[in-house]
């Protein structure tokens, strides 16, 4: 499964790829990318300049596990509302700080909070990335910007970052 920003720079796509062909048709021209997430390993692009020379490279990027869950599905679900709960326990299922039975919302809040503010810092070399604060009216995170990014999940893996209601 790949997902792509869209042209637009609003949401993204998905494509259905088999495995033999991601190599040469998403991964071998990185450049076009701000960040690429290829199952669990993250790379961001770096875009340097000296003596009006450009020099794009990419950083491999090592997450805790809830973070880059994290990172997946405001990717994956780019401009969509994401609902605090639903986000809640699909990034931290599985982790050390989750809780399945969690009867207090602020405990939640609080995990979610933390866990998006050091997602920001991971990305904030990503022009056009944005994450903006929680809107505790709808009860919903969101990831707005016109950033490219490829991301490429094994089918099992997508079905793991896909979100429910509630």
């Known amino acids: 499964m790949v997902y792509l920003s869209r042209p637009s720079g609003y949401g993204s796509e998905k494509y259905f790829v088999r495995e033999n062909e991601v190599h040469s048709r998403y991964l071998s021209d990185k450049q076009q990318y701000d960040i690429i997430i290829y199952n669990e390993n993250v790379e961001i692009k ?4 000296k003596s009006d020379v450009e020099t794009v490279s ?12 994290l990172l997946i599905l405001f990717i994956k679900y780019k401009d ?4 605090f ?3 809640y326990h699909c990034a931290f299922k599985g982790g050390a700080e989750y809780e399945s039975d969690v009867r207090d919302a602020n405990d939640i809040m609080d995990k979610l909070k933390a866990g998006v503010s050091t997602l920001r810092r991971y990305v904030k070399e990503i022009r056009n990335f944005n994450i903006p604060s929680a809107k505790r009216k709808d009860g919903s995170y969101i990831c707005k910007g016109s950033f490219n990014f490829c991301l490429i999940l094994k089918d099992i893996t997508d ?5 429910e209601e509630g």
């Open 85 to 87: 709960l639903s986000l």
């Open 80 to 83: 969509e509302k994401l609902p």
């Open 58 to 69: 990419f950083a491999p990027v090592e997450m805790y596990a809830n973070i880059l869950s």
């Open 46 to 49: 770096s875009v340097f300049e």
């Open 159 to 163: 079905k793991m970052y896909t979100l």
